[in-house]
T-cell receptor, first 115, second 114 residues
């Protein structure tokens, strides 16, 4: 089975530009999670969806960040406008069902650098 | 509230030596516990998980972990480390029905020396 697919793998852009990160979860998984990983703060949960509906976005740092899941096989995380402090590795993960007892399957991440 | 503590930021072991990575959790009910490994430039890969039953769980790549409720711990072990085990290791706790998140520790970076 294909795993979680993220694109692009690397993104370098200038401050102020719009950035869109993409994720395709594993087919059949009901939950999709977006994380950010930095040296300073480790792995942070930004937002997660259940059946395409955002459930908890309390981890989204600012209004500059937005996430959508228009269908079961696609999600985007958008930053507009981007700032240097947004530089990080962004991971998407998906899991089956509910209960916190299902392992999450991670993509390989998008390494974002804002100049 | 759930939380996970990994007390060791960085551990160095010699190849062939045994390994134990510590994980302590805080959760009011029976936790669901996981260990993940992250190699450079890659995402997190599940090593093993504990839901219930036998408190010693076996995972991939020769790893095992033991759930100790009395100590609120879920330490990861491997009897003989290989150079390819060098990576970052994350412990995570899930909260059961109604709690869909996993809460991750800050990770332990493992260096393996020849």
């Amino acid at each position: 089975d294909a795993g979680v697919i993220q694109s692009p793998r690397h993104e370098v852009t200038e401050m102020g530009q719009e950035v869109t990160l993409r994720c395709k979860p594993i087919s059949g998984h009901d939950y999709l999670f977006w994380y950010r990983q930095t040296m300073m703060r480790g792995l942070e949960l930004l937002i997660y969806f259940n059946n395409n509906v955002p459930i908890d976005d309390s981890g989204m740092p600012e209004d500059r960040f937005s996430a959508k899941m228009p269908n079961a096989s696609f999600s985007t995380l958008k930053i507009q406008p981007s700032e240097p402090r947004d530089s990080a590795v962004y991971f998407c993960a998906s899991s089956r069902a509910t209960g916190g007892n299902q392992p999450q399957h991670f993509g390989d991440g998008t390494r974002l650098s804002i100049l | 509230a759930q939380s996970v503590t990994q007390p060791d930021i960085h551990i160095t072991v010699s190849e062939g030596a045994s390994l134990e990575l510590r994980c302590n959790y805080s959760y009011g009910a029976t936790p669901y516990l996981f260990w993940y490994v992250q190699s450079p430039g890659q995402g997190l890969q599940l090593l093993l998980k504990y839901f219930s039953g036998d408190t010693l769980v076996q995972g991939i790549k020769g790893f095992e972990a033991e759930f100790k409720r009395s100590q609120s711990s879920f330490n990861l072990r491997k009897p003989s480390v290989h150079w390819s085990d060098a990576a970052e290791y994350f412990c995570a706790v899930g909260g059961g029905t109604g709690a869909n998140n996993l809460f991750f520790g800050t990770g332990t970076r493992l260096t393996v020396i020849p």
